[in-house]
Every structure is written in C-alpha cells, then in structure tokens.
C-alpha cells in the first residue's frame, strides 16, 4: 500500500540521512564510515536473505544461516584498516595485504568456511541428501556471499577514498562525497526511465524479463543520470568537501558524461539481474523486510551492480584528486 511505502520510506531516509550527518561531522581521522557500518549491515543481510529465499524458492540448496554469515564478513572486511586509526595509529603503507587486499583475503576465507560447514553436516543420517546436495548448497553459498558481499566491501573502500593520507584528515569526507554521488546518480535512473517510460515508453527493453521497461525510459534514464551527476560533480563535492580540488565547468561537463551513462546502464544491469532471479524462481517479490518498498535487494540491486564501475571512476580521476 502506498502509506506503507511512504512511512517505509520516510523511516528509512530519516536513518540513512542521521547517519550521513555523523558519519560527515563525527568520524575518526582515517577511520571515516563507520557511523555508516550499521547500514550497511541491514542491507548487506537484508539482501542476502532475500536472494536465499529466491534460490530456495527455485528449488536452490542454501544454508541462509551460513550465507548470510559469510556475506557479513566479506562485506565488513573492508572496514579492517579502520582497526589502526581506532588506536591512534596509522595504517601501515608499505603493508602487503594494501586496503583492497582484505577483500580477497576474506572472500576465499568465505568460500573455505562455507565448505567447511558442508563437511560437518555431510553424511548425518538425520539430514535427508539427494545427489549433488553439498555440491548445490556451497555453490549457492558462494554466490550469495560474493554477489552481495564484494559489492557492499566496495562501498565501503568508496567512502574511504580521500581519506588515506594522514597529513590531509580535512579530505577525509571526500569518499563520502563519492558515496553520495554513486547513490544518487545510480537511483536517479530509474526515476527517470519510470518517468519517460510511462510518458513516451513504446519500445519494450527486454519484456521476458521486465516488461514495463522500454528503450525510451532507458534513455530518459541515462539523461537523468548524467544531469544528477553533473550536479554532484559541480556542487556536491565542493559543499561537502570544499579542501578538495575544484573542478573546471568543462571538467564537469566530462565526468558527467562519464559517470552519468556509466552508472545507468550498470544500475540497469542491476535492476534486470533482480528481475531475472525472481522470474526464474516464479517469486514476484523478493523479500518483505522493508514494508511497502519489497524486499531490501529491491533497494540494493542496482547499487550492488553500480558500485564497481563508480569505485574505478573516481579512482581513475573522474571527479578530480581528493586532495
């Protein structure tokens, strides 16, 4: 209903909004994100159970209990060079593991224990086993934990961008400046294709999969999101992180036209990712952990898809040094 989807949502932007505001005021030098941590638990688990219930649904083997485990630790491993600034210390920069290193590290830890748990419970008489059963169920496991995980591990390294270099604390808040603008260019997408979809939308985009979607609103789209991203790129940044180096009007103009259809066609990608699990496994919605907005990969799927090509963007220069 459209009052639980209002409250749900004013709710959510509320929380996510205090949590913004502390994480930009309040953080610890070189240990910037963790006021955000606690939200990127909810939708890190909120997600992950979704796509186990959608892989049972279809007749999937998977330990929701070990998936969701494993996806919290890829998700939080990210967070791991926080540990030193906690501690009045610096993070080593000659360490070998670097900060992405992490990441890797745990994602194979990840793959090992839910093989592991695979090897405890395998042979009990009480567990009735069909053939391919372990081989299904750590499959499954796996694909949760990394398709979730990695990307939520992302966005943490995102919001740490600008933020390594101890002589310049006053950059810390550039990452969350690119935190912002990645959200807000991805999700302005599909309120721009629902929009042109609806008023101009003839030719459908992939309607075995999501039929509402049109070539049109795909456009529309991808015009939003370039407008939204020039909008960050020119005025976000500077407000949020104003020892940050400007950019030219040009250099806006460009980077817009980057990361604008950049993070469109990936936060597309996402959404018909979404639409294809849930038609394979004949589910209409994918969970109901967030009432009136569906499941929590409703919220997720196209950011889960947007944040790798977003983190290699601002990284390459796309919205100028963090410093």
């Not at 909810?42 to 209990?65: E, K, P």
């Not at 920069?93 to 670097?98: A, F, M, T, V």
């Not at 900060?99 to 042979?123: F, H, Q, S």
């Not at 005025?235 to 259809?261: N, Y």
Request: proline share 6%; aromatic share 8%; charged share 10%.
């Amino acid at each position: 209903m459209l009052i639980d989807r209002l409250k749900t949502s004013a709710v959510l932007l509320s929380i996510v909004g205090l949590l913004i505001y502390l994480d930009a005021n309040h953080s610890v030098d070189g240990a910037e994100g963790l006021w955000l941590i606690p939200l990127l638990l909810f939708f890190a688990l909120g997600t992950a159970s979704d796509l186990s219930s959608l892989l049972l649904a279809s007749g999937r083997n998977v330990s929701r209990s070990i998936a969701m485990f494993t996806t919290a630790m890829v998700t939080l491993s990210a967070c791991v060079p926080m540990a030193w600034p906690l501690f009045d210390s610096v993070y080593p920069l000659d360490c070998p593991i670097g900060r992405l290193g992490w990441i890797v590290a745990t994602a194979v830890a990840a793959v090992m224990i839910t093989l592991a748990a695979e090897m405890w419970t395998y042979g009990r008489p009480e567990i009735q086993r069909e053939k391919g059963y372990a081989i299904d169920r750590t499959l499954s496991g796996v694909f949760v934990s990394m398709y979730v995980g990695l990307p939520m591990a992302l966005l943490v390294s995102l919001r740490s961008l600008g933020s390594v270099d101890p002589s310049e604390p006053s950059s810390g808040n550039w990452g969350l400046a690119a935190l912002i603008t990645m959200i807000a260019v991805t999700k302005s997408t599909d309120a721009g294709a629902y929009f042109v979809g609806r008023a101009v939308g003839r030719h459908k985009l992939i309607p075995r999969l999501s039929p509402g979607k049109t070539w049109e609103g795909a456009v529309g789209g991808m015009l939003t999101s370039t407008i939204v991203a020039f909008a960050c790129l020119h005025w976000l940044f500077p407000a949020v992180a104003p020892t940050a180096s400007a950019l030219t009007l040009i250099q806006c103009i460009i980077g817009a036209m980057v990361l604008g259809p950049v993070l469109a066609i990936a936060g597309m990608m996402g959404d018909l990712a979404e639409s294809l699990v849930k038609r394979d496994a004949g589910v209409k919605d994918s969970g109901s952990w967030l009432p009136g907005l569906g499941g929590v990969w409703d919220v997720t799927d196209s950011l889960i898809a947007a944040v790798m090509p977003a983190f290699l963007c601002f990284a390459a220069g796309v919205a100028g040094p963090p410093g």
